[in-house]
């Protein structure tokens, strides 16, 4: 079944948005590294390695559907600072922007009827909630117990 160009063009979009969260994940994971901060760090590389992931799996349902996927230019990870908080704020932010780029992919998957994208992008859509809820969780720790730092970061190693 032809996958209908607006399709294409949002999942193209979305695998280049994937391929940002993957580079700010290992922006992030330096800046863990910098601060001498493993377990935060092997947390973070392991959050880029699935969102590498997800940008494979959106590269290979387009090609699936018999479409040309686009590797766009991805825009380089910003600035990041060396605070544990908004470290995990910023990859907070970054999920809730794929979280709602999702939910309106999913919506547009209905309203034009295809479904089999709607399916696709159903265990996606899943995993959102449980990724915004566990740095919802993070960043609430970091910034209540910020003496507890270490304990925290301990508990998020391999």
């Given at each position: 079944?032809?996958?209908?160009?607006?399709?294409?063009?949002?999942?193209?979009?979305?695998?280049?948005?994937?391929?940002?969260?993957?580079?700010?994940?290992?922006?992030?994971?330096?800046?863990?590294?910098?601060?001498?901060?493993?377990?935060?760090?092997d947390?973070?590389?392991?959050?880029?390695?699935?969102?590498?992931?997800?940008?494979?799996?959106?590269?290979?349902?387009?090609?699936?559907?018999?479409?040309?996927?686009?590797?766009?230019?991805?825009?380089?990870?910003?600035?990041?600072?060396?605070?544990?908080?908004?470290?995990?704020?910023?990859?907070?932010?970054?999920?809730?922007?794929?979280?709602?780029?999702?939910?309106?992919?999913?919506a547009?998957?209905?309203?034009?009827?295809?479904?089999?994208?709607?399916?696709?992008?159903?265990?996606?859509?899943?995993?959102?909630?449980?990724?915004?809820?566990?740095?919802t969780?993070?960043?609430?720790?970091?910034?209540a117990?910020?003496?507890?730092?270490?304990?925290?970061?301990?508990?998020?190693?391999?």
């Amino acid at each position: 079944m032809q996958l209908p160009a607006e399709m294409l063009t949002e999942l193209n979009a979305e695998l280049t948005r994937e391929r940002f969260s993957n580079a700010l994940y290992l922006a992030i994971a330096g800046q863990f590294e910098n601060m001498n901060l493993s377990g935060f760090a092997d947390w973070a590389r392991k959050a880029a390695s699935e969102e590498a992931g997800h940008a494979a799996a959106f590269f290979d349902y387009i090609t699936y559907r018999n479409a040309p996927p686009v590797l766009a230019v991805v825009q380089a990870a910003p600035a990041l600072p060396a605070d544990v908080g908004q470290l995990f704020g910023a990859a907070l932010k970054q999920e809730q922007i794929i979280s709602e780029a999702l939910r309106q992919l999913y919506a547009k998957a209905m309203n034009t009827g295809d479904y089999f994208t709607a399916e696709f992008l159903h265990s996606f859509l899943k995993e959102q909630v449980q990724s915004e809820r566990e740095l919802t969780e993070i960043v609430y720790k970091v910034n209540a117990y910020p003496n507890e730092m270490l304990l925290i970061e301990q508990g998020m190693s391999k």
